[in-house]
């Protein structure tokens, strides 16, 4: 693309820059002229679309080769590496080659099964084993398998109907008599006890079902644009909405560990696209409805002259169809086929693209006869963008309507007025789409193994999760909710479903605001102003931004050096105006009369303790020097302060990199805690620096085994937090799983206490969906539980 930008001449780029709204089809228009007489244009779509050029299709000499290498690894029990490559070559596979008389794609799932059986991953050597038999259905290996996992996993009753099938299918004598007498034990072991339910179905689980009651309003605001109220008082933690979005797409660094469909983590039985090498899936059913393939054959058992009950007809046709098949879902078919652009092009104009091919399909279905792609109901600010940003946008949307006219070239014209409205989607997703999160371990563990969390000594790990931001997504209805740096309501996810819930009390038609990203407590006002205005292009006009706030006040500040002065001294220029410190100060009336500003009320007696002075000269202006007070007016040297701040920021990055890499030693805990009292003596003890070095202290003293240690730097980091975030923040919820678990290590009583306050807040955040979200939330309960028992 580069290439292509800088051929644009000057002049071009020029129009392109000044381009408005009104005036986008005719620059695109002229772009796609000079883009037409350029020789590397062609070449660079060439490479994009063209078959013959691709680079991720399927490939059976690929798959054969790392079968091959599967299979040496499997003789040598090299097990790892088996599994890898019979992925590897389930990836390649293409799905109608047969070698020696068996489909290859089923082949290599049973191989990987075997695989799956010896390193005693059961309910995923059976999800295998289930997807051999979707595509050869009369597999005997596949059955007899099944049948063998079933009886390891105590489940008695499937593998006795495994082996009957695959005793039927069989057809040589020797082996039906094998199979025979391993039925007849299986037989005697279902009589003896009945088994567990057979755990291999590709459903997705089934999330806490939980309905909305409450009517939300799309209602206009005077500095918001639209924005969502709700009719009647909210309770917290009420669910407020939920949706499917419109159009989804994974991030970049994520395609190889979560699933291309409902981005949760992959599992080791990764299921690939059948017709290309891009997407991995979960499962099936994920497969299926990015996809719109259905797989399968059923096992026609009375054409092939054998004889079964209806239970086990029934059976059969349960685990040899796929039976997922949603074509309105197949978001990944005009990708697929091996072409490269699916890979080269960024996540959002992949976005665009299924966005498009959705609402082609749309206009197709209702028998719509316009060829024009209609746009969505969302806003943009095209006239915004600074002229990079409006010259990728038209680069782009070229490049993207001629990949997407190589799959509907009936459908999608590649002319101005098409190209115009590719660029105002492409703004569109800017500012409305959502970025899809899971909750992480940074342990690297997905749920708590004991082990990581109770031993009372080395290489202890406290229990740490983070957001990882998997996919990218526009929900219609989702994009309605405005940004608030104090949000009042959460978003999360389950698989691609969107769940809003309320996070306080809310008053009927009091604006309904979640956090795009920056939140109070976590970075100040001019940083959040900052990153809204680059990243969403909008100057933040939350109730957070229009008043001083504590957390704004001492997040980055130094401390007074005036004995016994709890002020704040900033590290830059503040500027208030008058406006925002007596919202501030009208806040303390406010509160009595307004029951959900009650916890605003809380904040005021801190705010004042902290930054005397701001309440004190409300008649101007508020210019605050670096330097000086804001509580008693002292001066403090803020250039010295600096350079012990750098000194510490250095030493806290080799104490993270000590923490990755699991080599902390004693020298770097003793030069952590001298850096640790050089912050204390310089910042305002509500600095978050000082929170940052005391949570990596804890976890830097998990490592060694110091326990009681890790405790305390964790107790120091979370008070500091409370005050920037305040109690019942989720940032607080994470900092106690972290206590809760050193906690616990320690076998201290608290533990159950922890673990409450643990609840409250990810009920508050999560409802029902607490224990999904945070599978270690009812392991760590029931561990305090036993604590307290013992
Ligand atoms: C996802 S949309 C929200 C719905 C939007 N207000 C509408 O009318 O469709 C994001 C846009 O809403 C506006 N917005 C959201 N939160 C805002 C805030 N705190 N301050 C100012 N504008 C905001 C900005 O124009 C932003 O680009």
Redesign the pocket.
């Known amino acids: 693309m580069e290439e292509l930008k800088s051929a644009i001449p000057p002049s071009l780029k020029r129009l392109i820059s000044e381009s408005t709204l009104s005036t986008i089809p005719s620059s695109c228009s002229s772009l796609l002229q000079f883009f037409l007489q350029l020789p590397q244009f062609h070449q660079i779509v060439g490479d994009l679309v063209d078959r013959d050029r691709a680079l991720c299709g399927k490939n059976k000499d690929a798959a054969l080769e790392s079968k091959h290498n599967g299979n040496d690894c499997f003789a040598k029990a090299d097990y790892a590496n088996a599994l890898r490559f019979y992925s590897k070559a389930l990836r390649d596979a293409p799905s109608d080659v047969d070698v020696m008389g068996r489909n290859l794609v089923s082949t290599l799932y049973l191989n990987r099964a075997t695989v799956l059986h010896r390193v005693g991953l059961l309910v995923e050597c059976l999800r295998d084993c289930g997807r051999a038999l979707v595509i050869s259905p009369h597999y005997t290996k596949a059955w007899y398998r099944r049948g063998k996992v079933n009886a390891s996993l105590g489940n008695y009753e499937n593998a006795v109907r495994d082996l009957t099938v695959a005793m039927n299918v069989e057809s040589a004598l020797v082996e039906k008599r094998k199979i025979e007498s391993e039925l007849k034990q299986y037989m005697d072991r279902k009589n003896e006890r009945n088994g567990l339910l057979d755990c291999a179905s590709e459903k997705n689980f089934n999330s806490a079902a939980e309905a909305t009651h409450t009517k939300l309003e799309c209602v206009s605001?005077p500095?918001?644009?639209?924005?969502m109220v709700s009719v009647a008082d909210i309770p917290p933690s009420s669910l407020l909405h939920i949706e499917e979005p419109f159009a989804a797409v994974i991030l970049k660094h994520c395609r190889d560990t979560h699933c291309h469909f409902c981005f949760n983590k992959l599992p080791v039985d990764t299921v690939p696209c059948s017709s290309c090498t891009i997407p991995l899936y979960c499962s099936h059913q994920c497969q299926a409805q990015a996809s719109g393939q259905k797989a399968g054959s059923a096992l026609k058992s009375r054409h092939n002259h054998i004889s079964l009950s209806d239970d086990l007809e029934k059976y059969i046709a349960d685990i040899t169809s796929s039976g997922f098949c949603t074509e309105q879902n197949s978001e990944h078919s005009h990708e697929c086929g091996g072409v490269n652009w699916p890979v080269v092009l960024p996540s959002e104009i992949i976005l665009a693209g299924r966005i498009l091919m959705k609402l082609v399909k749309q206009t197709r279905h209702s028998g719509g006869s316009s060829c024009v792609v209609k746009n969505m109901d969302?806003?943009h600010?095209y006239g915004d963008h600074p002229s990079d940003v409006k010259l990728y946008l038209h680069i782009h949307s070229i490049i993207l309507l001629y990949c997407l006219q190589h799959y509907c070239s009936a459908e999608l014209q590649v002319d101005g007025a098409t190209l115009s409205q590719c660029i105002i989607l492409l703004c569109q997703i800017k500012?409305?789409s959502i970025a899809i999160v899971r909750l992480n371990s940074l342990d690297g563990k997905e749920s708590m193994v004991p082990s990581t969390i109770l031993s009372p000594a080395g290489n202890s790990l406290t229990s740490t999760v983070e957001q990882v931001k998997v996919g990218q997504a526009i929900y219609s209805a989702g994009?309605?909710?405005?940004?608030?740096c104090q949000p009042n309501i959460h978003a999360y996810f389950i698989s691609r479903t969107l769940y809003v819930r309320s996070t306080e009390y809310v008053a009927a038609g009091y604006p309904l605001?979640l956090s795009y990203g920056p939140q109070v407590g976590q970075w100040d006002h001019k940083d959040r102003q900052r990153l809204l205005k680059n990243q969403?292009?909008?100057?933040?006009?939350?109730s957070s931004c229009s008043r001083i706030n504590l957390p704004d006040l001492v997040l980055n500040a130094f401390r007074c050096t005036k004995p016994n002065c709890f002020g704040a001294v900033l590290d830059g220029h503040l500027l208030y105006e008058k406006q925002m410190v007596s919202q501030c100060l009208d806040i303390h009336t406010t509160c009595s009369s307004n029951p959900h500003m009650q916890i605003r009320k809380l904040e005021y007696e801190e705010i004042k303790r902290v930054a005397q002075c701001v309440f004190e000269q409300t008649d101007s202006v508020h210019q605050f020097e670096p330097g000086v007070c804001l509580t008693c007016g002292s001066h403090v040297n803020p250039e010295t302060s600096a350079e012990t701040l750098n000194e510490a920021t250095q030493n806290s990055k080799r104490l993270k990199d000590a923490i990755v890499f699991n080599q902390v030693s004693a020298d770097t805990l003793s030069y952590s805690l001298r850096c640790l009292d050089l912050l204390r003596s310089k910042l305002h003890a509500y600095n978050k620096k000082i929170a940052e070095l005391e949570d990596n202290l804890a976890q830097a003293f998990c490592l060694v085994g110091e326990l009681q240690h890790a405790k305390s730097h964790c107790k120091a980091s979370m008070q500091i937090l409370e005050k920037l975030y305040g109690h019942n923040h989720i940032v607080i919820g994470n900092e106690l799983v972290k206590l809760a678990s050193i906690q616990l290590s320690l076998g201290d009583s608290a533990t159950i206490d922890t673990t409450k306050q643990v609840d409250a807040i990810f009920s508050q955040y999560y409802g029902a969906h607490a224990n999904i979200i945070l599978p270690q939330l009812e392991y760590l309960k029931r561990e305090a539980i036993k604590l307290t028992s013992q």
């Open positions: 605001t500095t918001k644009g639209r924005g969302l806003c600010n500012v409305n994009s309605l909710f405005n940004h608030s605001e969403y292009s909008f100057s933040c006009q939350c």
